[in-house]
């Protein structure tokens, strides 16, 4: 899908090129709605499959479950960032027009993933998978809010600037807190070879140094302020809910991302020792030293957000104005 959509653009191009800076100032299909739409939706479906969104999710819980430690936090922390980088980099400044005129289905589609990412994770019993349908969830955020930018309102060039800003940052944020998230429960495969909830209780007694940092993980995961993940989604919604009020129903998301990773807390962490918990050994220093700077940079984003969002903010309203055109 993704090489049909871009031969589109190639074909299109006078003189034909694929070159992106070239592509971004011609802007080849405007004026062209049917064809533009096309290309458009060839790009997206490529670029959903990659992000994930759904209903194209399905292949990533299985692999991040399949996957080792490593692998999934890899596939987290950078690989799932090419779709949304692809929306930013290519579809929305190439093809503003088809952009606006899609605006509200990319925007239906980041509220359902945002909704459905994080209830289906809420049910699951299984850490790892559950961490991985968090990942739908928290993509989630990024399409609802590009998709805002592209339902044009008067006098809201400020507020889709800061969705932009935001869905970059919840990039960055969500590699570092996932890629820290999927690296700690892999020691949970490395001591008993289980990611099963229900088999432990109590591991805060034997691997306090664990839970702490486990604790840490699901705070910024869940938007606490003090941590990247908080500034991402006050933008998001700030931005996004002053151009399309609709889109703060995907707030009950937040809600139920609270509530998964507290109920995953009290299952394995709290009470008395049980299952796989007795002799689980702590936290060594080459897996706190591999986990814990990825949280340590999400802290500091969220103290110290200037660091990250002067390096953002005047991408964020060229791209405002390239789909504005």
Known sequence: ALLLGFIGLYVAAAPHTFDIPEL??????????????????????????????????TWLPPAHTDAPATGSAVLAGVLLKMGTYGFVRIAMPILPEAWRAWAWVIVAVGVVS?????????????????IAYTSVNHMGYIVLALGAVGVLAEGAAQA????????VVQMVSHGLITAALFLLAGVMQDRAGSYDMGSYGGLAAPAPRYAALFAVGAFASLGLPGFSGFIAEFQIFAGSVAVAPVTAVALLGILVTAALFLRALQRVFTGPTAGHTPGFADLRAPELWSAGPLLGLSLLIGVLPRVLLEVIEPASAALVGLVGR
């Open 24 to 57: 971004v100032a011609a802007a080849p299909l405007a004026g062209d709605p049917l064809t533009g739409g096309l290309v458009l939706a060839a790009i997206l479906v490529g670029l959903a499959v990659k992000t994930p969104t759904v209903p194209f999710h």
């Open 114 to 130: 945002v909704l459905y990412g994080a209830f289906v994770a809420l049910a699951q019993t299984d850490l790892k998978r559950m």
């Open 160 to 167: 889709r600037s800061v969705a932009v800003t935001g869905a």
